[in-house]
């Protein structure tokens, strides 16, 4: 089998409200999102999503996928996608970095391969554990009770994991902690997302004034050396995301003992293939994991939930579903999908198991052959 095709689309997505990350320092309004379709001359067609967010959250912004897609996709021409490790090593060599570019060229290649096999992506990734994924809100910055109120809108459609971006001056992110711990139902996750927010001191000085709680901290610093110096001051569970991109950055954190939860985001570490090899040594180390992608719609979060399941459940804190944050759906009645606030893999499906309607995503941007 030999890639003939590779075609890109790109898409706006706009939020559904505008959207304010930790600390409040940061507002999106809508995201760039890159559709890529891989053709074979065996007929079979395989599609992967790339999204980086918006450009100010990591070092990736849209254009980018589309920029290394026009060096990554000529050179991937010929290939055969299902050798997904040859495919990812071709990429390198063709551009080294970029992993958030090749998320979506990765992806498409599991879908085919997937499709060849007759079997869902979580299978060939070692096996689909049937139990679905809790889905975690996203809860943008604002006072305790804005928060409260999004929260409450997240539990009409049955979320019982919040993930709450705090961070703005330590007093007031000690208010929120406690006013929204003091508003937990039974049975619901919160967890504190700072996106980097805060110095070291000031995670030091909160988690130590909240330590009566039972909650989790992600990302509390800017780098892998602050949230280590957080680490050995506090007790509570940190879990690391924006940090976590290579397998290097991985092996750092568990050697180090800097988190005991990973935030996988397919898109930033490079796709699925890079992806399962971060999933097998945090598995072998005893971490837990928050599976995500950074950005997109049902494309990106059905990928999201085949590596979500390939991971035994009681590993699984949660993942999450950007389409419900965006206005525009490319495969409506599609994919994976919230159902009482849990997101599981498509049933019966071969491969991905959703596919962009092409008359909704518009004309292919750029086309390689
Ligand atoms: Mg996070």
């Not at 551009?95 to 007759?118: E, M, R, T, V």
């Not at 305790?144 to 009409?156: F, T």
């Not at 049955?158 to 937990?184: C, M, T, W």
């Not at 985001?265 to 945090?282: E, H």
Request: glycine share 10%; proline share 6%; net charge negative.
């Amino acid at each position: 089998m030999q890639i003939t095709r590779i075609s890109v689309f790109p898409q706006t997505q706009p939020l559904r409200k505008p959207y304010w990350l930790s600390g409040g320092r940061l507002k999106f309004e809508q995201l760039d999102s890159t559709f890529v379709k891989i053709e074979t001359d065996d007929g079979i067609t395989g599609w992967g999503e790339g999204c980086p967010w918006g450009n100010t959250y990591l070092p990736a912004f849209g254009g980018g996928v589309r920029a290394a897609a026009h060096l990554l996709a000529p050179a991937l021409l010929g290939h055969d996608p299902r050798k997904v490790d040859k495919i990812n090593a071709l990429m390198d060599i063709t551009l080294p970095g970029h992993l958030y570019a090749k998320s979506a060229l990765d992806i498409a290649c599991w879908d085919i391969l997937g499709q060849c096999a007759g079997m869902p992506i979580a299978d060939l990734l070692g096996g689909c554990h049937p139990e679905p994924t809790p889905i975690a809100s996203s809860i943008s910055t604002g006072t305790p009770e804005e928060m409260l109120s999004l929260i409450n809108e997240y539990r009409k459609k049955d979320y019982k994991v919040h993930s709450v971006k705090i961070g703005a001056d330590p007093q007031l992110d000690i208010e929120r902690i406690r006013f929204l711990e003091a508003n937990r139902n039974p049975g619901e996750l919160i967890f504190y997302d700072l996106n980097r927010a805060w110095l070291p001191a000031e995670a030091i000085e909160v988690m130590n004034s909240v330590s009566n709680l039972t909650v989790i901290f992600e990302q509390p610093c800017e780098t892998l050396d602050q949230c280590l110096t957080v680490r050995q001051k506090t007790t509570q569970p940190i879990s690391i995301d924006e940090n976590l991109v290579t397998l290097d950055d991985a092996q750092s954190i568990i050697h180090r003992r800097i988190g005991e939860i990973f935030n996988i985001k397919i898109g930033r570490v490079g796709g699925l293939t890079r992806a399962r090899r971060i999933r097998d040594i945090a598995i072998n180390a005893g971490i837990k994991f928050l599976i995500m992608d950074t950005g997109g719609g049902v494309v990106a979060d059905t990928a999201t939930q085949h590596l979500a399941q390939s991971i035994p459940v009681d590993m699984r804190i949660g993942t999450w579903l950007c389409q419900e944050l965006i206005s525009n759906d490319a495969a409506p009645g599609q994919g994976s999908r919230n159902l009482n606030g849990f997101a599981k893999v498509p049933d019966h499906c071969a491969g991905l198991g959703v596919a962009p309607d092409e008359s909704l995503i518009g004309e292919a941007s750029a086309v390689y052959q």
